[in-house]
């Protein structure tokens, strides 16, 4: 295992702390019993974490709790996710440095008239894995979202409603998703 700082990196904003989690999606689906195995979490402060990783390849994550200050206006903003994957290189390791690049990212924030308990998302070309993340108590969760396109399941007690939305790259910064009360 080599240790990596690892930052994450934006013209847009600066993350000021979140927590990093890094899975293996292959060894979740070879054997679930042993699925607690296959995530590391590590704190993230001033948009850098040192994690550890096998060897170059792939890196997939997800940040969660981000306090993100704006560029542009300095406001101090609350993420609750933001899912990632990446290429680490040899040279990456040598160096012992690696970046994740979230200029493309944008803010998604999704709303529910009727107070969801939890929203479920996923990316429509590879549905699994799914994340579930909880709504605040005005039926809200706000996400850094890459462009690509999206399904999301809003729960509440036994309705759901479901909506599929895309990001575009040209898209403006901020993205509100909203839910009617029992919409199909």
């Known amino acids: 295992m080599a240790k ?9 904003f600066q993350i000021e702390e979140a927590t990093a989690s890094l899975f293996n999606a292959d060894a979740i689906y070879q054997d679930f019993a042993k699925a607690a195995e296959a995530f590391s979490v590590f704190p993230l402060q001033s948009d850098m974490a040192e994690i ?21 206006d300095g406001t101090l903003n609350r993420i609750n996710f933001c899912r990632f994957n990446e290429e680490i290189t040899d040279s990456a390791l040598r160096s012992r440095v690696f970046e ?11 709303r529910a008239a009727s107070n969801p308990t939890v929203f479920n998302i996923s990316i429509r ?7 579930d993340l909880t709504a605040n108590d005005s039926g809200e969760c706000t996400l850094l979202a890459k462009p ?12 759901r409603a479901m909506k599929q939305f895309e990001i575009a790259n040209d898209e ?3 993205r509100i998703i909203e839910f009617e009360a029992h919409q199909k």
């Open 4 to 12: 990596v700082l690892v930052r994450f990196v934006s013209p847009n």
């Open 52 to 72: 550890e990783v096998r060897g170059p390849g792939q890196i997939e994550g997800m940040l969660t709790n981000i306090a993100l200050r704006r560029t542009a």
């Open 172 to 174: 403006a910064e901020l």
């Open 100 to 110: 994740v690049d979230l200029s493309s990212y944008k803010e998604v924030v999704l």
């Open 148 to 159: 690509w396109q999206y399904r999301v399941v809003a729960s509440v007690k036994s309705h």
């Open 125 to 131: 070309e590879n549905p699994i894995p799914t994340f």
